[in-house]
Structures are given as structure tokens and as C-alpha cells.
């Protein structure tokens, strides 16, 4: 059964700084795996979407990359900024295309 | 393009009474699901259609929620009754189909009181 968890649950760092989330799922037959922001009680952002055959993507300070093997993804935010505080999700689309999701980061960016 | 639209954003009902939420996926979109997501949870899929056919509703609680989705474009989900523990965000999403990324609507944020 795929299990996708998300490290750190929550994080605060200074505006200006560059940083990591990280998103492990368990089943590496995956087709996509698909980050997403989240402000309180909104819908959901769509940021980046890496097909099973790539590596990468990259919008604007955002980039996100994948290792199959491995069974990982990360969410690199360059140059932070306050308005960047919100919730991040990673999900990943199983070989039942089912969606599963992680508990996702709650980011904080102090000004 | 235009994303996805839903309807209303806000909801404050009694227990018992009747809700429901209206989703126009974007134009095109042949796969069309909705969530629910409770505070400090991930989303939860309650069901998807692919056009106007239900594809998966395994985790739709059948005694009270209902859904359709008419000419297989725009969808409304229900609930009769409602339940406290009903309370939630519910995310409508389309996408061209199953293997292609997830386009969420801003959600309506239902309190049950």
C-alpha cells in the first residue's frame, strides 16, 4: 500500500533564506507526483507536476525534483518570502491511479 | 483557461438540514472529482466520474451524501442530513484524465453547527 510522508510537519525560517521540504513515498510505481500549496481553509494550488519519467520541474523560485528509486521528491522555494507561509502538499498518483497524499509542511516565513 | 469554479464559498448550516456545493471543471476536463478535507487532514476523495460515469464513490458515505454530475460537466455533490462531523472543506478537481495533473477549485468551507 503506497504511504507518502512529509518532513518536516511544520517549519519556520527567516525571509531570504532558501529551503527544502521533502515529500517519501513508499511504492516507486508511481505516474506523477504533483506539489501543492495551501492557504487556511482555501483550495488547493497546483505548483509543479513531474511525470515518473522526469527528474525535475522549475516555476519562477520553485523547484521540484524526483528520485523513483528512491522513493523521493523535494520542493526547493529560493529566496523566501512572507507571502510564501502556507501549507504544502505532495501527492503522488499510485499504479491504481488513486491520488495519495502526505499530512503535508506547514511553512512559516518570518519577516 | 478558466480553472475550476465552485460554489458557495462559505456554508453555515444546523445539523440535520441540507447542503449542497456546485463544481464546473475546467472546459474539457473529462475526469472530475471531489474531497473532502478536514482540518489538519489531507484531502479525502469522496468520488470521481469520468464524464457523466461514476468511477470510484468507495468512500462516499451513501446513507447521506450524494452526487451527480448531469451532461458530464458541471457536478453537485449533497448532504442530507448533515452531521457535525461534517464540517470540512470541500474541494471539487478536474483534469483530462487520470494520468494527468490535479486542477483544484477554491473549495467550499461547510460548518455544521
Known amino acids: 500500500k503506497q504511504e507518502v510522508t512529509q518532513i518536516p510537519a511544520a517549519l519556520s525560517v527567516p525571509e531570504g533564506e532558501n529551503l527544502v521540504l521533502n515529500c517519501s513515498f513508499t511504492d516507486s510505481a508511481i505516474y506523477n507526483l504533483q506539489w501543492f500549496r495551501q492557504d487556511p481553509g482555501k483550495g488547493l494550488t497546483s505548483l509543479l507536476l513531474i511525470q515518473s519519467s522526469q527528474r525535475e520541474q522549475t516555476s519562477g523560485r520553485l523547484n521540484a525534483s524526483l528520485d523513483k528509486s528512491s522513493g523521493r521528491s523535494t520542493l526547493y522555494i529560493a529566496a523566501s518570502q512572507p507571502g510564501d507561509s502556507a501549507t504544502y502538499l505532495c501527492?503522488?498518483?499510485?499504479?491504481?491511479?488513486?491520488?495519495?497524499w502526505g499530512a503535508g509542511t506547514k511553512l512559516i516565513i518570518k519577516p | 483557461e478558466a480553472g475550476v469554479a465552485q460554489s458557495p464559498r462559505y456554508k453555515i448550516i444546523e445539523k440535520r438540514q441540507s447542503v449542497a456545493f456546485w463544481c464546473n471543471p475546467i472546459s474539457g476536463h473529462a475526469t472530475l472529482y471531489w474531497y473532502q478535507q478536514i482540518l489538519g487532514q489531507g484531502p479525502k476523495l469522496l468520488i470521481q466520474f469520468q464524464n457523466n460515469g461514476v468511477v470510484d464513490d468507495s468512500q462516499l458515505p451513501k446513507d447521506r451524501f450524494s452526487a451527480e454530475r448531469l451532461k458530464g460537466v458541471d457536478s453537485t455533490l449533497k448532504i442530507q442530513p448533515a452531521k457535525l462531523e461534517d464540517s470540512a472543506v470541500y474541494l471539487c478537481?478536474?483534469?483530462?484524465?487520470?494520468?494527468?495533473?490535479?486542477?483544484f477549485g477554491s473549495g467550499t468551507r461547510l460548518t455544521v453547527v
Open positions: 501527492a503522488v498518483l499510485d499504479s491504481n491511479y488513486q491520488l495519495i
Open positions: 478537481a478536474s483534469n483530462p484524465g487520470s494520468n494527468y495533473g490535479y486542477t
